[in-house]
């Protein structure tokens, strides 16, 4: 069974930075998609990052130049590196693991849209203050 925990979550002052981690089991992160998602209150699920089998990336626009999506095959784990916080990014971060997916609008390879995975962790909070 893919089980995704997600870790690292925490409250941070705005223009600070925190280093999310998402631990795969059974499903290898060098295969297919994975991404991360957001979800603040009262706002619909937003796509931040996601990353190919091949390592190549892609970001919402509201976190581009800002957060950066890797993962360490080896150990399984996905990483969300978020830096220059902002209070709007306040939120539950998810990570999620899907199959090989092209998005037929954009042409980008593992786009960071929900429709796309199927396995998702519970979510870590991250709360950004003023």
């Known amino acids: 069974q893919v089980q995704l925990v997600e870790s690292g979550g925490g409250s941070v002052q705005a223009g600070g930075s925190l280093r999310l981690s998402c631990a795969a089991s059974?499903?290898?992160?060098?295969?297919?998609?994975m991404a991360w998602f957001r979800q603040a209150p009262g706002k619909e699920r937003e796509g931040v990052a996601a990353?190919?089998?091949?390592?190549?990336?892609s970001y919402g626009d509201s976190v581009t130049g800002r957060f950066n999506i890797s993962k360490d095959n080896a150990d399984k784990t996905l990483y969300l590196q978020m830096n220059s916080l902002q209070t709007d990014d306040t939120a539950t971060y998810f990570c999620a693991a899907g199959p090989f997916s092209r998005d037929r609008a954009t042409g980008i390879l593992c786009p960071p849209i929900a429709r796309y995975y199927n396995y998702w962790g519970q979510g870590t909070q991250v709360t950004v203050s003023s």
């Open positions: 990353i190919t089998r091949s390592g190549a990336t």
């Open positions: 059974q499903y290898t992160v060098g295969s297919d998609c």
